[in-house]
């Protein structure tokens, strides 16, 4: 349908070319010219009938009228001025809306669409710095803290979807998940050049998902990446606005994901019958339904507080001992900066997350109990190999009263972390100091993985020309 304001711009058009004003218009087709030149104007719906008498006093046709191409390249311009005038960006400046009058010429026309455009991809540049990706993200944590990692809405959708499809039991097969996407009248196809920017490419107007190469056949990789670009669809997610919307978005699609690989129901039940055994683990969890620990792990504290009543904490932590992504409800202090952001920071290093990297054998979860000043907690940690062939470990761990419920709970290991007091592990021994200071050099190496600068495309981290170029080269076959 075409919009209000490019039908006004082929009504005044072919009105101007008939060489009628707007009064002598009006009084052929029965309505006022001020009407009319609402109208035009994009504000006011005409009725059937009345695009009907207009089409036929013009000489033209009424799908003349509801071409959805602008008339003219400068009527193109008038509509886009309009467009771009509505954007929140802009909006926020509380400048008046200008209106593109006849006096007004082509070239502050051209000027004022051209300072929009520059404006909306300065506002979209700021948006993609690390300070505001740092903010937006610790806001985001601090949102699901309150909402025990539990998102109903997104449960509820997960089921429905799975219904639709037949699903009930076992892990998610690949079948299932193209039986979801022709549902929603998507083709999900595996190419190998996706622009690196991105992790999977949807072309709406063709129905396509693009999707990496399936070179694990029944991957979790796979499937879950699938179910991401359909939440995208079924969330009806529109280009965000703002860093927070784009990582709310991103929250979301990987919470369909998960909640679709590892549905409520069969979940709870798993994991409620895995307690009264008293022989719940994040390892059989991960086996039942075919995803990696750290999908289980997550997945586990979405379910947790709200279905099994316990507080929990979840870390992914590297081998230098960073802090890549953090979540807990059982009052664990995660070490955060001064702007109360976690992403990068250094975890106490008598941590289960820290101590297992020092392990021979990582094939099975190593088990602690840490003395904290904020209670003692037990935890599970698995240690796995990222694509770039660096280690990190996952952790799970509820607080020692609810230890009782988890295979493992029987270990001796136990640690004492007075983290964040200095004195901890941050600053060295007395002795230390004096032997070592001032008698040693060292050169820094630089933190490239958090939260790094990012190209600001429409999509924050995607490069837009990358990305056309893309769609524009499958698009033809
Ligand atoms: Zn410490």
Not at 207 to 223: C, N, V
Not at 305 to 332: I, S
Request: aromatic share 8%.
């Amino acid at each position: 349908m075409t919009d209000l304001a490019t039908l006004g711009q082929r009504i005044r058009h072919y009105r101007g070319s008939a060489n009628l004003t707007l009064e002598q218009l009006g009084a052929t087709v029965g309505i006022a010219g001020s009407q009319l030149s609402l109208m035009e104007n994009g504000r006011r719906e005409p009725r059937l009938s009345v695009l009907q008498s207009i089409a036929a006093a013009l000489k033209v046709e009424v799908s003349d009228l509801l071409d959805p191409a602008p008339p003219s390249p400068r009527a193109a311009m008038e509509i886009e001025l309009e467009r771009l005038q509505r954007s929140a960006v802009y909006a926020g400046l509380g400048l008046p809306v200008i209106r593109p009058s006849r006096t007004m010429s082509d070239e502050t026309l051209e000027a004022m669409v051209g300072l929009h455009h520059e404006l909306a991809r300065r506002a979209r540049e700021a948006i993609a710095t690390p300070e505001e990706a740092r903010r937006a993200n610790t806001e985001l944590r601090q949102y699901m803290r309150t909402q025990n990692n539990y998102l109903p809405a997104i449960e509820e959708l997960a089921q429905e979807q799975l219904r639709a499809v037949g699903h009930a039991t076992g892990a998610l097969t690949h079948r299932s998940v193209n039986l979801m996407a022709k549902r929603l009248g998507f083709e999900l196809i595996y190419v190998s050049d996706l622009p690196h920017s991105t992790r999977s490419v949807t072309d709406l107007e063709n129905g396509r998902i693009y999707l990496p190469p399936a070179s694990i056949p029944g991957g979790h990789g796979l499937r879950s990446m699938a179910l991401q670009a359909l939440a995208h669809r079924l969330l009806e997610h529109h280009e965000p606005e703002s860093y927070a919307e784009f990582l709310r978005q991103r929250l979301e699609i990987n919470y369909f994901a998960a909640a679709c690989l590892m549905p409520l129901k069969q979940s709870v039940d798993f994991l409620g019958k895995a307690k009264s055994d008293k022989n719940l683990a994040v390892e059989d969890f991960r086996d039942a339904f075919g995803v990696t620990h750290e999908a289980a792990a997550l997945r586990f504290t979405n379910l947790a507080t709200t279905h099994l009543g316990m507080t929990v904490h979840f870390l992914r932590v590297g081998e230098d001992g960073a802090l890549y992504k953090g979540y807990e409800n059982d009052g664990l202090n995660l070490p955060t900066d001064v702007t109360g952001s976690t992403e990068g920071q250094i975890v106490c290093r008598h941590w289960a997350a820290r101590r297992a990297f020092e392990r021979t054998n990582r094939t099975t979860e190593f088990y602690q109990y840490t003395d904290a000043p904020t209670g003692t907690y037990w935890c599970s940690t698995q240690i796995g190999t990222a694509a770039s062939s660096e280690e990190f470990s996952i952790t799970f761990g509820v607080p020692f009263a609810d230890a009782k419920w988890f295979r493992g709970r029987e270990t001796t290991f136990r640690q004492q972390s007075k983290c964040p007091d200095p004195s901890c592990c941050r600053r060295p021994s007395q002795e230390l100091s004096q032997r070592w200071s001032h008698k040693a050099w060292a050169s820094a190496r630089m933190h490239a993985h958090v939260l790094s600068p990012l190209p600001s495309g429409t999509f924050p981290g995607v490069d837009d020309t990358e990305l056309y170029d893309f769609l524009e080269a499958h698009s033809e076959s």
